[in-house]
């Protein structure tokens, strides 16, 4: 049994592997961002403006944190991608996926169906918003890679890769800390 949290940018690949690891291990896959995606829809607000609305009012995190929160505490056998759920679920296996910057933003980009430069734009004022509020909200201020268990570069590990690295750290000792 095992509860794994996967942090990473946008761009680091986070969905990819945490769905693929997920199926690998017959475990459920949740994802923040794509809450946080919706919450942005059902609000009527366009993903950078529901960055500023959560950046004057902290109950949009709330809500979503709280639940990460009581679901790592209910349930076992699972992958989240989130950027803080490795801070909620404080028994899991921590991952942090990073990623050499232009290549997080092709990829965005890509995604996305957006100029490169777009998606420069838009990557740099979240993770500019995002930074603020957890420092605001939570006092984290870094993200550093002694917080984590294992610490992959996806600028040239495919998913498939990445996605093994991690089961196989599910499966051994996760105190084993290492960047690979």
Not at 119 to 138: G, P
């Amino acid at each position: 049994m095992a509860k794994i949290t996967i942090f990473g940018l946008a761009g680091t690949g986070t969905t990819s592997a945490g769905k693929m690891l997920a199926e690998k291990l017959g475990y459920q896959f949740v994802s923040s961002g794509h809450m946080f995606r919706e919450m942005a829809k059902e609000n009527g607000m366009s993903l950078n403006e529901f960055e500023e609305a959560t950046n004057k009012d902290p109950k949009y995190d709330n809500e979503l944190d709280q639940w990460i929160k009581k679901f790592g505490e209910e349930n076992n056998n699972f992958v989240v991608e989130s950027r803080l759920a490795w801070h909620f679920i404080p028994d899991s296996i921590k991952i942090k996926l990073i990623c050499d910057f232009d290549e997080r933003i092709k990829r965005v980009a890509a995604r996305e169906k957006i100029s490169f430069d777009e998606a420069m734009e838009h990557n740099e004022f979240r993770d500019k918003k995002i930074a603020e509020r957890y420092a605001k909200y939570y006092g984290i201020k870094d993200f550093a890679d002694d917080k984590f268990d294992l610490v992959i570069d996806t600028t040239t590990t495919s998913i498939e890769e990445t996605a093994e690295k991690i089961a196989a750290i599910s499966k051994s000792n996760p105190s084993d800390r290492s960047i690979e």
